[in-house]
């Protein structure tokens, strides 16, 4: 089973641009590993915010959007708010389904 | 709206048994692929162990293989983790999740301690 690897931690100013990434240990990154993004905040259940890539969510905010980035799924957050600090977690799904360690972001 | 409710989890010493279910409701249950994950406290998610639409794919976590049993019931619209052998680092909220969407429960606490 591959690790996927996140960055551990992110800070982003309020209304900032910030990019998150997902990869592999074993592969690049593709539409084949239809990549998940998860958010989660203290006390609450993860939530997806993307999934295949880049399709949203009903209740995902469009300022989230999904892609691939130099052979990484990345998450991009464009005018970040507030309620927008909380942990972020990737997910592949190859033969099995593999968590990245998580990002916490930090809205400051 | 897609419901999957989780039920089962408790205290357990190790080398215990534990079943657990999740009840699922506002979906077509038996088309999709469902996993069972879990969340140690403070520790990120830990896929477990999936199982395809018709039980014909099964697919597990390597510390868990030969522990822990996943199973479905498409007439019950249930899901179903039998957990054997049981270990202190087994020891985790259990959330039943729909594959496509990433729909998730509520979990179920499992608490491996002597």
């Known amino acids: 089973q591959p690790v996927v690897t996140q960055e551990p931690s992110l800070t982003v100013s309020p209304g900032g641009t910030v990019t998150l990434t997902c990869g592999s240990s074993?592969?690049?990154?593709?539409?084949?590993?239809?990549p998940y993004w998860f958010q989660q905040k203290p006390g609450q259940v993860p939530r997806a915010l993307i999934f295949?890539?880049?399709n949203r969510h009903s209740w995902t905010p469009a300022r989230f959007s999904g892609s691939l980035l130099g052979g990484k799924a990345a998450l991009t957050l464009s005018g970040a708010q507030p309620e927008d600090e909380a942990d972020y977690y990737c997910?592949?799904?190859?033969?099995?389904?593999?968590f990245g360690g998580g990002t916490r972001l930090t809205v400051l | 709206e897609v419901q999957l409710v989780e039920s089962g989890g408790d205290l357990v010493q190790p080398g215990g048994s534990l079943r657990l279910s999740c009840e699922a409701s506002?979906?077509?249950?038996?088309?999709?692929?469902m996993s069972w994950v879990r969340q140690a406290p403070g520790k990120g998610p830990e896929w477990v162990a999936n199982?395809?639409?018709?039980?014909?794919?099964?697919h597990y976590l390597d510390s868990v293989k030969g522990r822990f049993t996943i199973s479905r019931d498409n007439v019950k619209n249930s899901l179903y983790l039998q957990m054997s052998s049981l270990r202190v680092e087994d020891t985790a909220v259990y959330y039943c999740?729909?594959?496509?969407?990433?729909?998730w429960g509520q979990g179920t606490l499992v608490t491996v301690s002597s």
């Open positions: 999740l729909r594959d496509y969407g990433g729909w």
């Open positions: 295949d890539t880049s």
């Open positions: 199982i395809k639409e018709d039980g014909s794919d099964i």
């Open positions: 506002g979906f077509t249950f038996n088309k999709y692929w």
């Open positions: 997910l592949l799904y190859g033969g099995y389904r593999v």
């Open positions: 074993t592969e690049s990154v593709t539409d084949l590993l239809y």
